[in-house]
């Protein structure tokens, strides 16, 4: 059973870079056939797509994001990691990690609890 | 972008009522729609995927049908664990979700 776990600061300051980390169990992220993502819902809000990593490197970040996102992965850890830089009180949200499938309908199948960060001096 | 809208944003139902949310897409997305049950702190839940393939697990009174546009999610008999919030996400571009559907008891 894949699980997946979001870890980092839960209070961030204002024009601050936010850093998370994902570890994933139960899986090999260099398995291939699957993109690691990561997904943010404000505070009562609908859920937002920031962008995901293959476990090759490559990258594909929401347009709307893309000039603050970056997303990394160490596939000797098992673990991807967000950056949002230069954060504002609008990026308070709770952030999860999730398995997305590469192919048949590019669900998102697998989770993380999510972790709430704050962005407050 | 592709807009995604839901309706309705909530309805209240009883156990046992045939339930069903509508999804649009601003263009046609052909099947690439999935759906996912949302409880209160807890990460979001693939029910469908490919507008209308059960996912493992997931019981059979859920299910879901459309192409292009519009989309549908049933539930064709509401159980006291299906009270939650149901959100549609399109992967035919980018990926966007639906604003949910909040079902709570009546």
């Known amino acids: 059973q894949v699980q997946l776990q979001e870890s980092g600061p839960g209070l961030v300051k204002p024009s601050q870079t936010l850093s998370l980390t994902c570890t994933v169990s139960g899986g090999s992220i260099s398995s291939g056939g699957y993109y690691w993502s990561w997904i943010r819902q404000h505070p009562g809000k609908g859920l937002e797509w920031i962008g995901y990593i293959y476990y090759s490197g490559s990258t594909y970040y929401n347009p709307s994001l893309k000039s603050r996102v970056t997303i990394s992965v160490d596939t000797s850890k098992n673990q991807f990691s967000l950056k949002l830089s230069s954060v504002t009180a609008a990026d308070t949200a709770v952030y999860y990690c999730?398995?997305?499938?590469?192919?048949?309908?590019?669900?998102?199948?697998?989770w993380g609890q999510g972790t709430l960060v704050t962005v407050s001096s | 972008d592709i807009q995604m809208t839901q309706s309705p944003s909530s309805l209240s139902a009883s156990v046992g009522d045939r339930v069903t949310i509508t999804c649009r897409a601003s263009q046609s997305i052909s099947s690439y729609l999935n759906w996912y049950q949302q409880k209160p702190g807890k990460a979001p839940k693939l029910l469908i995927y490919a507008a209308s393939s059960l996912q493992s697990g997931v019981p059979s009174r859920f299910s879901g049908s459309g192409s292009g546009t519009d989309f549908t999610l049933t539930i064709s008999s509401l159980q006291p664990e299906d009270f939650a919030t149901y959100y549609c996400q399109q992967s035919y571009s980018t990926f966007t979700f639906g604003p949910g559907t909040k079902v709570d008891i009546k």
């Open positions: 999730a398995r997305q499938l590469d192919s048949s309908g590019y669900l998102f199948d697998y």
